[in-house]
T-cell receptor, first 114, second 113 residues
């Protein structure tokens, strides 16, 4: 959907190690988002980007950083992973410039922090 | 502030019977509302959206939803459930000022043969 590829699809890592998740899109969409999905919480926004080198925090940004050096790639980094960051992470893009446009999602990355 | 409440965490219906998934929202101004569906190990897919046009919105796979401002509701319905409808459904409200979408906690739909 909208040519969004997330890598890796699954990751197991130890507490305290750095982790980078990658989102790659082929549709040249300007806006890109990182969400985490946890039982009982739905999806919560971590960070988003509105262009190359333009990013902003979402509602659950603590412990996460992002980078967008190219339109097609949006990286999410956990500098020092904690068990509370065990989750399923979704990348999304939106075709327009407004959140009235539908989001297109990748298939997710399941991250386990032991 | 925007928020979304999905009133049922789990709904179970028999194949061929109607589906009703309930969603209430709170919003300080006219919202945009969405329903998304998530099949196992997949990302979310848009079912339908409401953006202040017709209050009855038709989506894919026979689903529709009605925006009722007086009740602050946006319930999702389908006349006849199919086995392939078994999935998790999310009601979502757009907050343009916060540049964010607020997701409900989801309703898992089970379809019994």
């Amino acid at each position: 959907d909208a040519g969004i590829t997330q890598s890796p699809r699954h990751k197991v890592t130890e507490t305290g190690t750095p982790v980078t998740l990658r989102c790659h899109q082929t549709e040249n969409h300007r806006y890109m988002y990182w969400y985490r999905q946890d039982p009982g919480h739905g999806l919560r926004l971590i960070h988003y980007s509105y262009g190359v080198k333009d990013t902003d925090k979402g509602e659950v940004s603590d412990g996460y950083s992002v980078s967008r050096s190219k339109t097609e790639d949006f990286l999410l980094t956990l500098e020092s992973a904690t068990s509370s960051q065990t989750s399923v992470y979704f990348c999304a893009t939106v075709a327009g410039d407004s959140l009235d446009s539908p989001l297109h999602f990748g298939n997710g990355t399941r991250l386990t922090v032991t | 502030a925007q928020s979304v409440t999905q009133l049922d965490s789990h709904v179970s219906v028999s194949e061929g019977t109607p589906v009703l998934l309930r969603c209430n929202y709170s919003s300080s101004y006219s919202p945009s509302l969405f329903w998304y569906v998530q099949h196992p190990n997949k990302g979310l897919q848009l079912l339908l959206k409401y953006t202040s046009a017709a209050t009855l919105v038709k989506g894919i796979n026979g689903f529709e939803a009605e925006f009722k401002k007086s009740e602050t509701s946006f319930h999702l319905t389908k006349p006849s459930a199919h086995m392939s409808d078994a999935a998790e459904y999310f009601c979502v409200v757009s907050d343009r000022r916060a540049n964010n979408l607020f997701f409900g906690t989801g309703t898992r739909l089970t379809v019994i043969p």
